[in-house]
T-cell receptor, first 114, second 111 residues
């Protein structure tokens, strides 16, 4: 069965610093990969996704993620954190033939210090 | 505007009192799902539907029912709610091979 591991339930960075949120998955076949963001009292918003093609994926709000098959990783980065990036971030995977069945990681809450 | 709507957004109920959370999407998506979100566990899929009258269990289906009589609607039914079903619930819809769109969430408290 697929699983997703997000290292660090909380990550704290200073405003302007690099953001790195880690995600590793277990799957025998490269899956579809997603990052979602959840702002307080809101639903989930898609940041970016990888399905095929270029392994470096650019998303909204300056975020990007790189699919590394050899490491089974899909880490999320942003060069310079803004206060508005404070939120909870979820990594998710699905099998290629069943993209409606998402398996989520436990989430990482990003705190941005002024 | 493409969207998934859920009602109610907040609900407090008592153990054993049947309730329904509605979900509707306006994107003509074939697939719809329900997830629950609990602290430290992320989101877990409860049920999903691949089309009208086609539903299947997700990872945590116990205590829940669903129906898909129309393509746009996918209600979640708790026939006898219990306190361990206190959670934040999300409905989602998608097309095959594409990303899921999520509703705003329903916060349920069962006392």
């Amino acid at each position: 069965a697929q699983s997703v591991t997000q290292l660090g339930s909380h990550v704290s960075v200073s405003e302007g610093a690099l953001v790195l949120l880690r995600c590793n998955y277990s799957s025998s076949v490269p899956p579809y990969l997603f990052w979602y963001v959840q702002y307080p009292n809101q639903g989930l918003q898609l940041l970016l996704k990888y399905t095929t093609g270029a392994t470096l994926v650019k998303g909204i709000n300056g975020f990007e993620a790189e699919f590394k098959k050899s490491e089974t990783s899909f880490h999320l980065t942003k060069p310079s954190a803004h206060m508005s990036d404070a939120a909870e971030y979820f990594c998710a995977v699905s099998e290629r033939d069943s993209s409606y069945k998402l398996i989520f990681g436990s989430g990482t809450r990003l705190l941005v210090r002024p | 505007e493409a969207q998934v709507t859920q009602n109610p957004r907040y609900l407090i109920t008592v153990t054993g009192k049947k309730l329904t959370v509605t979900c509707s999407q306006n994107m003509n998506h074939e697939y719809m799902s329900w997830y629950r979100q609990d602290p430290g566990l992320g989101l877990r899929q409860i049920y999903y539907s691949m089309n009208v009258e086609v539903t299947d269990k997700g990872d945590v289906p116990e205590g829940y029912k669903v129906s898909r009589k129309e393509k746009r609607n996918f209600p979640l039914i708790l026939e006898s709610p219990s306190p361990n079903q206190t959670s934040l619930y999300f409905c989602a819809s998608s097309r095959s091979g594409e990303r899921s769109y999520f509703g705003p969430g329903t916060r349920l408290t069962v006392t």
